[in-house]
């Protein structure tokens, strides 16, 4: 077993302990991987230890934290909040969605779901929708919470729901993508994959791309279900694909970045990286970033792979960074949020509890 599988599969055991622990005795909190959201001049950081906070992203500093009290915090957090309509919803491993107020941190509701939440929420002016380890994907009313419907997979569902045109895609732990019917969440096609699909789908100009613990990145007509093509990569592929032109950008987990034509799926380049890869690429200032688990940046070129600069945090890194306005939004496994320069590197701020 190469370091790359051995790290991965502790990432697994460590999802799997997470689900016995809350199984066996309540919601326990123990570290997420949770990330970050920038939203006009504020960054929301769901800490991986069961607390929201908005930060200033010019000054790094604090405007509120859910919840208040210092002793309270909800469930692990591992999906990135999502903000609509001045509102900020995130799941937790304490089986609830939270609506909680983009100004005052204040919470507006909360809804129970039959087990923990390990993605994030979609949202659209009408309705959140979020998977769970229950195997469930649930579709709630925005503004109030109250339940619109529920569709039930095979499998838990940790991949973050993709919601356009009136349809819902989501990936399970069953080995499918569903795509359902966002009014009432009538089946409409399903797509089995060789492994189970535990991140988001990216979906561009009517194709689905997605990767699968097969080790494989899928392209999939969103109308229809039908496999366009299907890339081999060297190790699971955990995050959603970064779609840039014609080009499909993926991190696996055998530590290599691969680009693949987005029409065919042939390989264009893969490069190597010193760090394992579980986080998603990001894209921004026609750059290339990809955040190793061990807290290296690296900017690489998207035509070719070729490094430009690299920076290390010095602080474990499983989710994948935000792209904004000049800056690069980092957020690691102790509770601290980096605001770097997209430029070189260089550090801005550091956001610490």
């Known amino acids: 077993m190469t370091k790359g599988t051995r790290t991965a599969f502790s990432i697994i055991v460590f999802g799997l302990l997470i689900v016995l622990l809350i199984s066996c005795s309540g919601p326990v909190v123990v570290p997420g991987w949770s990330g970050v959201t920038f939203s006009g001049s504020v960054v929301y950081f769901a800490a991986p230890k069961g607390k929201i906070y908005a930060v200033d992203s010019t000054s790094g500093a604090q405007r509120w934290v859910y919840p208040a009290s210092g002793d309270k915090s909800l469930g692990s957090l591992y999906g990135p909040p999502a903000v609509n309509n001045s509102t900020v919803y995130v799941g937790s491993s304490d089986h609830k969605l939270y609506a909680i107020d983009a100004a005052t941190g204040m919470e507006r509701w909360s809804y129970s779901t039959g087990g923990p939440i ?193 920076v290390a945090t010095g602080a474990q890194v499983m989710s994948a960074p935000v792209c904004a306005e000049g800056a690069l939004y980092i957020s690691s496994m102790k509770d601290m949020l980096f605001c770097l320069s997209v430029a070189d590197g260089t550090q801005r701020w550091v956001f610490k509890p």
């Open 118 to 310: 390990y993605g994030g929420v979609a949202v659209t002016d009408n309705a959140a929708y979020v998977g769970s380890n229950d195997k469930k994907v649930y579709a709630v009313n925005a503004g109030d919470g109250t339940m619109l419907w529920t569709f039930e997979t095979q499998g838990g569902v940790w991949a973050t729901p993709v919601v356009t045109n009136e349809r819902v895609y989501v990936g399970s732990l069953d080995h499918h993508l569903y795509c359902l019917d966002a009014q009432n969440g009538r089946e409409i096609w399903r797509f089995q994959a060789g492994g189970a699909i535990p991140g988001p789908a990216t979906l561009v100009e009517g194709i689905l791309y997605f990767g699968a613990l097969d080790s494989k990145v899928y392209a999939l007509d969103a109308v229809t279900g039908v496999e366009r093509w299907h890339f081999s990569a060297g190790h699971w592929v955990w995050g959603p694909p970064l779609v840039l032109g014609d080009t499909v950008y993926v991190s696996a987990m055998d530590n290599r970045v691969y680009a693949v034509n987005a029409l065919t799926g042939e390989k264009r380049w893969d490069i190597g990286i010193e760090g394992y890869l579980r986080a998603s690429p990001v894209t921004g200032s026609d750059v290339l970033f990809v955040v190793t688990e061990q807290g290296t940046v690296y900017a690489l070129d998207p035509s070719s792979g070729q490094q430009r600069w690299s």
